[in-house]
């Protein structure tokens, strides 16, 4: 390990390391193409001999496929020889005359042996009825003259059927081919040709030649180490002139070459090579179909020892290792000449960067050259010197950033994007109060900023959710990403707003607000009382005129006491004092105590309110007396705005809640003032000009007491034919409900 740091931690070594590496390649490289070349030549100067060795074979076969076929000529059309007391060969098998066919035939078996042209190993003749007259078999031994094989029918093998039937092909009605008579017996190159008279077939002469006889005559003429013959469809040596140790199954062609000797047979040019370990040494071997009279019989392989190609690399392997060797010495050598050039100045620099980053930024480097290196010390130099005046600008700026964020009365907090705290101002330390010289905590979620329970700076508005508190003080907290030049997220800063006086001026005002509230609703509730006991005749008849003065007083006196009720909702809302008790409460229950003042106000004004309520909608969770306050607020915005029509109000079971549904038919509301349904104070201009003055507060209140019961509430649609507003609360219920009958009430 400590040898891979050295190396690693000198540039002149990277230098020099890579120049061995790609010396090694080099040499690999060269060894590698000197191998292919040197080899590749001898390899292919073998395949050529190999497929000239096939070629020459191939020619003899075919050449004794000729002679095989001059020889038959002479012996089927041989006439009597009185003087021998011979017959013609074609009467002899007429007559079946088997003695008269010997002597007919014996002076060609005889002369077949002295001839070089070709060799006759077997004669047989046969007759039409496909039985042997003459099977001659010279012996191997020569022992004796010949073998004699007793007549027997042949007319199994394939060809004597054609022969006997006159058929002929697209070279005659000669045939040629490997003949296997038998097991034990050898196998042949043979020739056969019929004997005709009178221009019938009378039977057929069978000259052949042993096959392991052939092959050791074409080894020796071709000067091939091993010649094989395989049988043409599996590629099974049949006859070979060398004897492998483990049999000829050591000789049979591999199963994947098969094919693609196949296909050369519309290429006799070609050959196939591989080689094979042969009785412990290695011999190519080339093969090629065996044609015989034009027909594929099997396949030949010739094959020749491999010595050739590796002695040819033996002798040039030494001198090539030696030229390598030197070559690789020549360029380390100039490596590390050049290394030592190169890292001698940068280590000066080096060690003057090291002197730099520890602080002494005086030090410069002495290199001097006009080269790439003398001009990067010289530029170092002058980078120094740079860094020296920035350094000194940039502590002068830091410095006074760093007061100027001391200086602001507001807390400031700069985190990384880990959250990790960087930065505390004097403000932000006084409201943790922490001491001088305490630590501060280090991440911003360690500070003791705890979620503000109550609204608070919201009258008016929306709640204000980014209020904590420290300790007993209220404080906002704003936040904004740190970005780099390019965009990135470096960290996050907070500004800590001391809201404490804000938050009680506030609460201050919500209590004043809910005071005059209610101090205001109790007279008002007895002017709306006393004039309603009035209207009823209470306190003795009352005139027509009176009586107009009086429904006027009794109709503003609740206008302005649900005006102020709705004060009251928003302020407890706001203060945190109205309390919610979230209970199963049944719709129908809730609306039967609510449907009759507010069906007086529709019919008064000409409407028609529409309860479509079914009988087993499940119990609503919800505050009974919020939840009737929400119906109503809904109901009576419907009433306001509706001149004529219905005001329809339906449920129904949706999952796990019940969803409430209140549609009228208005003249919808303006696209622009859709937004702002739901906010506090905010009236649309039909709001202004109606006689059912409001201050906004009715869809805002409906809201929060809806959501403070787990509920939500939204304007499902608007349009100039009418509006409708949905809410849903959770019910008792998990399952959903099959069956829903209703029951419609028009009112």
Request: aromatic share 6%; proline share 4%.
């Amino acid at each position: 390990m400590r040898l891979i740091h050295e190396l690693r931690s000198h540039l002149q070594y990277k230098i020099i390391l890579p120049f061995l590496l790609l010396t090694l390649v080099v040499a690999l490289a060269g060894s590698a193409v000197a191998f292919l070349f040197i080899t590749g030549n001898a390899q292919e100067r073998l395949n050529n001999q190999l497929v000239q060795v096939a070629r020459d074979i191939n020619d003899k076969l075919v050449q004794q496929e000729s002679d095989n076929l001059l020889f038959l000529r002479e012996v089927v059309f041989a006439q009597a020889n009185p003087q021998a007391n011979a017959p013609a060969v074609a009467d002899a098998l007429v007559n079946h005359d088997s003695l008269g066919l010997e002597r007919a035939l014996d002076p060609y078996f005889r002369i077949s042996s002295q001839r070089t042209s070709h060799r006759i190993d077997r004669m047989i003749a046969f007759d039409n009825t496909g039985h042997s007259l003459i099977d001659w078999e010279r012996p191997t031994d020569q022992a004796s003259e010949r073998t004699i094989h007793p007549s027997r029918p042949i007319d199994a093998l394939w060809f004597v059927p054609r022969i006997l039937a006159g058929q002929q092909d697209a070279r005659g009605d000669k045939y040629a081919g490997l003949l296997e008579l038998g097991a034990g017996q050898a196998r042949y190159l043979f020739t056969v040709a019929p004997v005709m008279r009178g221009g019938q077939v009378v039977g057929g002469v069978v000259i052949a030649t042993r096959l392991d006889t052939l092959l050791q005559e074409l080894s020796a003429q071709s000067q091939a180490a091993i010649v094989v013959l395989y049988r043409g469809e599996d590629g099974i040596a049949l006859e070979s002139t060398s004897s492998p140790t483990n049999g000829l199954a050591e000789l049979n062609i591999r199963r994947d070459l098969i094919g693609a000797i196949r296909a050369l047979e519309t290429d006799p040019q070609q050959a196939i090579f591989d080689v094979v370990r042969v009785n412990q040494r290695e011999y190519q071997f080339a093969y090629a179909p065996l044609r015989v009279r034009g027909d594929v019989v099997g396949i030949l392989s010739v094959a020749l020892a491999r010595d050739y190609v590796t002695g040819t690399w033996s002798d040039v392997r030494w001198p090539l290792t030696l030229l390598t060797l030197v070559l690789m010495l020549a360029i380390i050598g100039l490596g590390i000449f050049i290394a030592q050039q190169i890292t001698r100045p940068l280590q000066e620099l080096v060690s003057t960067a090291q002197a730099v980053s520890s602080g002494d930024l005086a030090r410069r480097s002495k290199v001097a050259g006009s080269d790439e290196v003398g001009l990067l010390a010289q530029s170092f130099n002058n980078m120094t010197g740079h860094l020296l005046s920035l350094y000194r600008v940039v502590r002068a700026e830091a410095s006074q950033r760093a007061a100027i964020v001391e200086s602001i009365t507001d807390g400031v907090v700069v985190c990384d994007s880990d959250g990790k705290i960087m930065l505390l101002n004097r403000a932000t330390r006084q409201l943790l109060s922490l001491a001088d010289g305490q630590s501060e905590p280090e991440y911003f979620a360690d500070m003791p900023l705890a979620p503000f329970e109550t609204s608070a700076l919201a009258f008016g508005g929306t709640r204000a959710a980014d209020l904590f508190t420290i300790d007993d003080r209220v404080v906002r907290v704003n936040s904004a990403p740190v970005l780099s030049d390019e965009g990135i997220q470096l960290g996050q800063v907070y500004v800590l707003q001391d809201m404490t006086s804000e938050v009680a001026v506030d609460r201050a005002k919500t209590n004043f607000i809910a005071t005059i509230s209610h101090e205001l609703r109790t007279p008002l509730m007895v002017l709306g009382g006393t004039s309603e006991l009035l209207l009823r005749n209470l306190a003795g008849p009352i005139p027509e005129d009176q009586r107009t003065l009086l429904e006027a007083m009794r109709k503003n006196a609740q206008a302005v006491t649900a005006l102020l009720n709705n004060v009251i909702t928003i302020a407890g809302l706001e203060s945190g004092t109205l309390h919610m008790v979230v209970e199963p409460v049944e719709l129908a229950h809730v609306l039967d105590g609510m449907v009759w003042p507010i069906r007086k106000a529709m019919n008064a004004k000409g409407l028609s309110l529409i309860l479509d309520i079914p009988e087993d909608l499940p119990e609503l969770l919800a505050d009974e007396q919020h939840l009737r306050i929400v119906v109503q607020q809904l109901l009576d915005n419907a009433r306001r705005y509706t001149e004529a029509g219905t005001v329809t109000l339906r449920a129904r079971r949706e999952g796990a809640s019940v969803r409430v549904d209140v549609a009228d038919t208005g003249h919808g509301i303006s696209a622009d003032y859709c937004e702002q349904l739901f906010t506090r104070f905010s009236r649309g201009a039909e709001g202004i000009n109606s006689a059912e003055r409001g201050i906004g507060l009715g869809l805002a209140i409906a809201r929060e007491l809806t959501e403070r019961q787990g509920g939500a509430i939204w304007l499902e649609y608007t349009s100039p034919e009418g509006s409708m507003f949905s809410l849903t609360l959770p019910c008792t219920q998990a399952e959903p409900i099959e069956r829903e009958a209703t029951i419609a009430t028009v009112v």
